[in-house]
């Protein structure tokens, strides 16, 4: 087993705790792995990226070799675009639909969503909804994690006791949101990667799933969705 | 049960260098060393270990080697260009030599990730004769650091210890041996050891000399100096050194069908690498870094019949980082097909001043103060390095000048001697009480005409809000000790609201015939968040 992952955002959008909360919760499952990341300037509203390999036999090299990661987890929609050069064909890009536009030349929004649709694999889910159903609005990179999480080798299990170590000073209110917005997320994620394993395009998968009530999404409905008609 | 650490490449150093019974740690913050000391300033009052942040990276250095004189272990670390800084005293610490082990992690930036170079400082540790150690991984960089404070009590003498951005900055788990006791207080006795008087230095020196052979025939046992002959390897080599080691096997999926030399303890053992030379036709080198091996191996005249490939010939970049790819492509060929863009136009992202940034304000005073003088052209700053470095960029466009810490007051007065009006510098707080005083202190004997704007945020910000020493009241004091004339340091708050009232301010002082110091001074936003949360 091997999972190489490029985690991407925007500077101050919470890529190091995703990186966190992945890192711990492969030592705890007693995995490898390796997480190479970047501070210092680029994490003053710049791309911000990391590089993270789980696998079960020796991680030799820090980076993820161009054309070789299974995944890009991205919390904002234009930075996956960065990043695909990396990504192996039949990868997964698993991406936040809300853009962060601190740059002039930002691109029509339309025009951002239909490139991240038009990927064969591509799990596209509103990270800020998630978040604030868990009354956590800051909580995005927590709802990205959640929805990765059906193409990770881990399960929502693992993350309780990683994210209680890392809110828990800040109350159970906030333990129990994170939590909420990984359950979320996970359930979109896991619907989603239904759609697409029943041959549903990216696309449609997305819309599929984005006019759905949060609280009631499950995985079980992808074939009465799949079914539907265009 | 050996305990299994998870820790960034700084970690793992940090640790070991606490493990092995350090008394003190010594830096100042750069990327991508900063973690390194904040790791142990974290632990320090817990466990008894001096820390606290120095000046800049000549005075951690020169800390460290006074705590070496006492027979105690100290490390002090820093970014490669920190050690430009210290190496007056990294250099003539290897003629001293030490008492308790002294190593010194220097962390690289090849690729300039967040530096203005990307100097090899193995280049450094040769220069100084001193021994340099290269891990790998977060393992041996745990490991290596154990090792490097014996070596230097073994050898009297500081020991590198070289990581790089990629190594620094990357997290993995380490498994940690028990923890040695600090050393108690034994300071040297004998005044010659450390005072490098003429007569006193050719003695030492020559003893430096002298202990070469000894370091070179270590570098040679060392396990982390391996080759590996595969069977039925064929007539190519490879040597490769750091993390440069990983890509190679990387890019043969982990069996390298070829022999491989890795050179991660110097002095370069010369011996191994002929070894290698024997055995091949041709060698490629893969270095993370200045081609320091390949120039060796190549010398004046190239090994008669041996093709040698690597940064210097084209055969892999002669600038910038290596990633697996580049090397998978030198070594292999072919490289995995990635997935194709599906944006036709992706424009960049560099970084930029936070939303709500003094600094956006300050340099947006600037620009209007200098517009009467600008006939046709713009007037920019000296600046510095700091956060304030990306007034570069747009809207700010506000400097022309980022050199090395404490540069813009000495360029600016250098450029105001020979008649630039007006002549402006930048430079934070924090990079003042790093190197700019002395600049000041020259620029004032001589009243030279130019305004100094010292950003006052209250921390060092760009690399992570750490402690600054000269901040507020304390800094107002030190310009006034400088003997910058007391009407002509005027302290201003850069907020809009005062816009017109600083503007005026800014236009008294450029008109001064004069030295004036414009102390702008309100926290960094990021700071004032982290310290209410």
Known sequence: MKCDIILAGVGGQGILTIAYLLDNAAVNRGLRFKQAEVHGMSQRGGAVYSHLRISDAEIISDLVPEGQADMILSVEPLEVQRYLPYLRPGGVVVSNVEPFKNIPDYPDDALVLDALARLPRAVLVDAAAIATSGKVPKAQNMAMVGAALPFLPFTLADFEPIVQGLFGRKGDHVVAGNMHVLRTGNAVGALTAALLDRGVTSQRAHQLTSGLDLASIDPAMADELAAQPR | ?533
């Not at chain 2, 100096?225 to 096997?249: E, F, H, K």
């Not at chain 2, 760009?462 to 006034?480: E, F, K, P, S």
């Open chain 2, 1 to 533: 049960m050996a305990d299994r650490e998870l820790l960034l490449g700084d970690d793992a150093v940090a640790l070991a260098a606490i493990h092995a019974g350090i008394s003190g740690a010594y830096a100042y913050p750069g990327t991508p060393a900063t973690e390194l000391f904040e790791f142990i300033h974290e632990r320090a009052d817990k466990l008894g270990i001096h820390a606290f942040w120095s000046a800049n990276e000549k005075v951690a250095y020169e800390e460290a080697l006074g705590t070496s004189f006492c027979g105690r272990r100290a490390i002090v670390s820093m970014k490669h260009v920190g050690l430009n800084v210290a190496a007056d005293a990294f250099v003539n610490s290897a003629v001293t030599g030490v008492r308790g082990g002294l190593v010194v992690c220097v962390a690289d930036d090849p690729g300039m990730h967040s530096s203005q170079n990307e100097q090899d400082s193995r280049a450094l540790a040769k220069f100084a004769l001193i021994p340099c150690l290269e891990p790998a991984n977060q393992q041996e960089a745990y490991d290596m650091t154990r090792y490097a404070f014996d070596l230097s009590e073994a050898t009297r003498l500081p020991v590198m210890v070289r990581l790089v951005t990629r190594l620094a900055h990357s997290r993995a788990d380490v498994v940690t041996a028990p923890a040695l006791p600090q050393k108690p207080l034994d300071p040297a006795t004998d005044p010659m050891e450390f005072t490098l008087l003429p007569a006193n230095a050719r003695v030492l020196y020559r003893r430096l000399t002298e202990k070469q052979l000894d370091l070179e025939a270590r570098a040679a046992q060392s396990p982390w100096n391996t080759l590996d002959v595969p069977p039925g390897a064929g007539r190519v080599g490879i040597l490769t050194n750091g993390i440069a080691y990983n890509y190679v096997r990387e890019a043969f999926g982990g069996q390298v069908p070829h022999p491989v030399l890795r050179i991660c303890q110097s002095p370069v053992p010369l011996d191994r690498i002929r070894a290698l030379l024997d055995q091949v036709d041709e060698l490629w080198v893969v270095e993370e870094g200045y081609p320091v091996l390949e120039e060796l191996v190549r010398g004046v005249v190239p090994p008669a019949g041996k093709v040698i490939r690597g940064r210097l010939d084209g055969g892999l970049p002669r600038t910038g980082e290596l990633t697996p790819g580049i090397v998978a492509k030198a070594l292999v060929g072919a490289t995995p097909q990635g997935t194709a863009q599906t944006l036709e136009h992706l424009p960049g992202r560099p970084p930029t001043l936070c939303p709500g940034c003094s600094h956006t304000d300050t340099y947006a005073l600037i620009k209007e103060a200098v517009k009467p003088y600008e006939k046709g052209q713009r007037i920019r700053l000296f600046a510095d390095i700091g956060c304030y470095t990306l007034g570069f960029y747009e809207p700010h466009d506000a400097i022309h000048s980022c050199v090395d810490m404490g540069a813009s007051i000495s360029m600016c007065a250098g450029a105001a001697y020979v008649g630039q009006f007006p002549a402006l510098c930048a430079i934070g707080d924090s990079t003042f009480a790093h190197s700019g005083m002395t600049g000041l202190l020259t620029a004032s004997r001589q009243d030279a005409n130019m305004v100094v704007f010292i950003l006052d945020n209250g921390t060092v910000a760009m690399t992570g809000t750490q402690d600054t020493l000269a901040t507020g009241q304390d800094l107002v004091d030190i310009v006034l000790g400088l003997g910058v004339k007391s009407e002509h340091v005027r302290v201003i708050n850069p907020i809009k609201s005062k816009f017109d009232e600083n503007l005026a301010i800014l236009r008294e002082e450029i008109e001064h015939k004069g030295l004036s110091v414009i102390i702008a001074r309100r926290p960094c936003v990021q700071w004032v968040r982290r310290t209410n949360s």
